[in-house]
C-alpha cells in the first residue's frame, strides 16, 4: 500500500479589496510613502480604499503608525518580492 501526500494547502489569502486608487512608492524611502499616502487619501471619498506598493521596510511600521495616528484602516496589507502591498480605507476625520 503507498501513500500519498495530502494535497498541498495553499496559503491563497482573502481576496484583495477594490481600491478606488492605486499609489506606486517602489524606490522611495521614509518619509515619501506615507507623505504620497496621506496626500492619495486626502483625493479618494470616505469609504474608498488607497493601493499602496512600497519597497522600503520602514513602510510596515510607518503604516501602522499612520493608521493609529489618523484613524485610516489597514483592510489587508502583503510582503512578497521584496514589495509591500497595503490596502488602506479612508475614513472621516
Known amino acids: 500500500m503507498s501513500e500519498t501526500a495530502p ?25 515619501l510613502p506615507i507623505l504620497k499616502t496621506k496626500k492619495a487619501l486626502d483625493g479618494i471619498e470616505v469609504g474608498q480604499i488607497l493601493k499602496m506598493v512600497a519597497t522600503d521596510p520602514g513602510s510596515v ?4 503608525a499612520f493608521s493609529r495616528r489618523t484613524g485610516h484602516q489597514v483592510v ?9 502591498v497595503f490596502f488602506i480605507q479612508r475614513v472621516q476625520r
Open 61 to 64: 511600521p510607518d503604516v501602522a
Open 7 to 31: 494535497p498541498e494547502q495553499s496559503a491563497s489569502s482573502p481576496a484583495e479589496p477594490t481600491p478606488a486608487m492605486e499609489l506606486d512608492c517602489r524606490g522611495l524611502n521614509c518619509p
Open 76 to 84: 489587508q496589507q502583503s510582503e512578497g518580492g521584496g514589495e509591500f
